[in-house]
């Protein structure tokens, strides 16, 4: 049998809030992650001066 693994919340915020900001947020951040812009961001729009 397959039993889904339960995450341990150690957070003050019940699962329900973690749950419902998760699922309002995600889809953002998943298309600014996809998004060409977002990925500039993430690794920095200029490579670091050679030395």
Do not use: H
Request: some cysteine; charged content about 25%.
């Amino acid at each position: 049998m397959n039993k889904k693994k339960k995450s341990t919340n150690t957070s003050p915020y019940p699962d329900e809030v973690i749950d419902r900001l998760a699922r309002a947020f995600y889809p953002a951040i998943l298309a600014c992650w996809n998004s060409e812009e977002g990925q500039r961001s993430l690794v920095g729009a200029k490579a670091p001066p050679s030395c």
